[in-house]
């Protein structure tokens, strides 16, 4: 098994651009979820999928949209680029009912 | 909301030597704690967790202890190797769901042969 898997490893964008992030499972998992971690701050949810076909609000969803695209993939957009959104983007999987969260490797994005 | 504080934020040991990370929390209906390390270059991996029916957990050379009167638990890993060295994150939250999870700012830990 791969685990979580996350596609790009690294991206520079400029301003207003958009990108989106994917990410993959294939540990059959129920609940995705997407992270930034910026230094001195842990890791901050953005949003979440508890199971297919839903999609909720984390602590810091402005500037992003997502997508469960079916059980396995979970995709995290970028509509219009900022540097403040310069970070290091991670996804996560959890089991239904289950409390680990199984991270993948990251995205580091630049904004320039 | 909940709000998690971690110190030190950095930490350096000697190998064979112990480290100790302390966290601590504001929401008393928080009752599940884990513990991710996070290697260079990697997304964190779970380590060590304990719910608040709980005092101390141990596993090998690492332990966890909880006090939920005062609101902190912290990690302890014992005889240090190099490669213990990574961050370390707490976290907090309610009924283990991933949704209201809060992770602590995290601590550099540094093992010097």
């Known amino acids: 098994n791969a685990g979580v898997t996350q596609t790009p490893k690294f991206q520079v964008l400029k301003t207003g651009q958009s990108m989106t992030l994917q990410c993959a499972q294939d540990?059959?998992?129920?609940?995705m979820y997407w992270y930034r971690q910026d230094p001195g701050m842990g890791l901050r949810l953005i949003y979440y999928s508890a199971s297919e076909g839903t999609t909720d609000k984390g602590e810091v969803p402005n500037g992003y949209n997502v997508s469960r695209l079916n059980k396995r993939e979970f995709s995290l957009r970028l509509e219009s680029a900022a540097p403040s959104q310069t970070s290091v983007y991670f996804c996560?999987?959890?089991?239904?009912?289950?409390?680990?969260?199984?991270f993948g490797p990251g995205t580091r994005l630049l904004v320039l | 909301g909940e709000n998690v504080e971690q110190h030190p934020s950095t930490l350096s040991v000697q190998e064979g030597d112990s480290a100790v990370i302390k966290c601590t929390y504001s929401d008393s209906a928080s009752n599940y704690f884990p513990w991710y390390k996070q290697e260079l270059g990697k997304g964190p991996q779970l380590i060590i967790d304990?719910?608040?029916?709980?005092g101390e957990k141990k596993d090998q050379r690492i332990a966890v202890t909880l006090n939920k009167t005062a609101k902190h638990f912290s990690l302890h890993i014992t005889e240090t190797q190099p490669e213990d060295s990574a961050v370390y994150f707490c976290a907090a939250s309610i009924n283990g769901y991933g949704q209201n999870f809060v992770f602590g700012p995290g601590t550099r830990l540094s093992v010097l042969p």
């Open positions: 996560a999987s959890t089991r239904a009912g289950g409390e680990t969260q199984y």
């Open positions: 540990m059959n998992h129920n609940s």
């Open positions: 304990i719910r608040s029916n709980v």
